[in-house]
């Protein structure tokens, strides 16, 4: 702002002062010509290049001279100097390319030059008679040709400029004079306002670096510019996504540590119970000893839930995709399950309308799959059933299990993913699990690309349908 402001004003006194220059010089000029033709005219009249004599005409040179502060000198055809207002070159023969021009060509030969280094004008201006007004032959000479010029002779002239230098310089001084006025306001001006516009970006940096610091949590308050504005709501949103993701990581420990807790408590209890106690029986200490150990394994089993999630969490984490047949895996989960099926009075079946062979990680899909039948065996009712439907088009495999329980409330729906979460949180322990499962679950079918779905009525018996790509796409390639 500032440099444009002073830029523009020495340009502008450049400019002006130029102009006036020139405007001066062409005005002096146009003067200095029409006198010097009038006296032209006087000297023919006069016949002063044969005669100087005339003292009314030496009269007005020297006016004429004196007028303009220079020096008038009049030359005859032969190149002599008849008249030289300045006295010293009377006599003598001048040799003058322009004089001599301006004798050969007449009034097309008439020169003004200006030369600023000296301050003064040059002017050869020819002494012309008109042959014709002469005569006085009017009729004769309008009717028949242009007038007849006759170059007689030539004036020469030069006249000073200091006048105009000199109000160039008187401008010029006035002009520096408004000059650094101008640019001191606008300095100030710049000072001020370029303080102004970085006010509000310098209190949002002290508002951000405070934050950093700790010393606040307050949002930042939106300033008058929109800028400003976006910076400070763009902002905000940040520290309300970065708060959350505090909270639910809090939130997550705190579950992580009350999880471990519980198995660990019970043990105690066990413990301290078995110690209080004297010649205690040797079945009692086998039975509080099996709940220790079925206490250990809970407590083992949080763990690698645990990890398994944080495992997956990490962005770094990559399947071991292999070529898998999908019935063959969902018969061995289902081998594995039966046990519990039959201890839970459940019946467990497995449909298949094809045979499936998809690229999957298959220890990821196996314990998803494992984990989805293991939940509708454990929320089933007695006398219940569990039933695997295996089906697959040309792009996606499905494995659909619906069984006979109660089902997930709706309100329920959109939590079951979280971690920890449970429906029935008084459902004893043994019954219910951690609450990992379904979150597990969910993140390895994301990681391969796939969708799982729960459609669920409550009091009518849920199916859980998850959904997968036959072949597996890697990002790096998508
Ligand atoms: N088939 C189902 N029928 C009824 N409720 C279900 C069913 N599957 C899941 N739920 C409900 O969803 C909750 C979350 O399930 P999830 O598998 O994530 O945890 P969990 O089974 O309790 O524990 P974990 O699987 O970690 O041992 C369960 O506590 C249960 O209340
Ligand atoms: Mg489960």
Redesign the pocket.
């Known amino acids: 702002m500032f440099l444009t402001g002073l830029l523009s004003c020495f340009a502008m006194h450049f400019m002006i002062l130029r102009n006036y220059e020139q405007r001066a010089v062409n005005v002096n000029t146009t003067n200095a010509q029409r006198q010097l033709r009038t006296v032209g005219n006087h000297l023919i009249r006069y016949n002063y290049l044969q005669d100087p004599s005339s003292e009314v005409v030496s009269a007005e040179l020297n006016m004429i001279s004196s007028m303009n502060n220079g020096r008038v000198m009049i030359i005859d055809e032969t190149l002599r100097i008849v008249r030289d207002t300045y006295g010293i070159s009377e006599g003598k023969t001048i040799i003058s390319e322009e004089v001599v021009r301006c004798l050969k060509e007449g009034t097309g030969g008439q020169v003004s030059a200006y030369d600023p280094e000296n301050n003064y004008i040059e002017l050869t201006m020819p002494i012309v008679e008109t042959a014709s007004s002469e005569e006085g032959d009017i009729l004769h000479q309008s009717v028949a040709s242009a007038p007849q010029e006759i170059v007689r002779g030539v004036i020469l002239a030069s006249v000073s400029t200091d006048t105009i230098r000199n109000t160039i310089d008187l401008l010029s001084r006035r002009a520096i004079t408004i000059e650094l006025i101008v640019i001191l306001v606008i300095l100030l001006l710049s000072l001020i306002v370029s303080g102004r516009l970085v006010r509000p970006f310098e209190k949002i940096t002290e508002g951000i670096n405070e934050i950093a610091a700790g010393f606040s949590d307050e949002p930042l308050s939106a300033t008058q510019y929109t800028e400003t504005k976006h910076i400070v709501e763009a902002f905000n949103q940040l520290q309300r996504r970065m708060h959350a993701v505090d909270e639910s990581r809090d939130e997550f420990v705190s579950n992580v540590s009350h999880e471990l807790k519980t198995p660990i408590t019970s043990m105690k209890v066990l413990a301290d119970s078995l110690i209080a106690q004297e010649d205690v029986p040797a079945e009692v200490y086998r039975d509080f000893m099996e709940d220790i150990a079925s206490e250990v394994e809970r407590e083992d089993?949080?763990i690698n839930?645990l990890l398994a999630l944080v495992k997956m969490d990490k962005r770094a984490a990559r399947l071991i995709v292999s070529s898998v047949d999908i019935n063959q895996m969902t018969e061995n989960v289902l081998k594995r399950l039966r046990p519990i099926a039959r201890k839970a009075d459940v019946e467990l079946t497995l449909e298949s309308q094809r045979s499936i062979v998809a690229e999957i990680d298959e220890i990821k899909i196996y314990n998803v799959i494992m984990?989805?039948v293991?939940?509708?065996i454990?929320?089933?009712r007695e006398h219940g059933w569990v039933r695997v439907t295996l089906d697959a088009d040309h792009q996606y495999f499905t494995v659909e299990?619906a069984?006979s329980?109660?089902?997930?409330p709706e309100d329920?729906l959109d939590h079951?993913?979280e971690r920890f979460?449970?429906?029935?949180k008084s459902?004893p322990r043994e019954v219910?699990?951690?609450?990992?499962?379904?979150?597990?679950?969910r993140s390895a079918i994301l990681m391969h690309r796939g969708t799982i779905q729960?459609d669920?009525v409550f009091g009518e018996?849920?199916t859980?349908t998850i959904k997968l790509p036959l072949t597996y796409v890697t990002q790096d390639n998508k």
């Open positions: 089993k949080i839930d984990n989805l293991e939940n509708a454990k929320y089933n299990i069984d329980g109660v089902g997930i329920a079951v993913y979460y449970r429906v029935d459902r219910g699990g951690t609450g990992l499962g379904l979150s597990i679950a729960i669920s018996g849920p859980v």
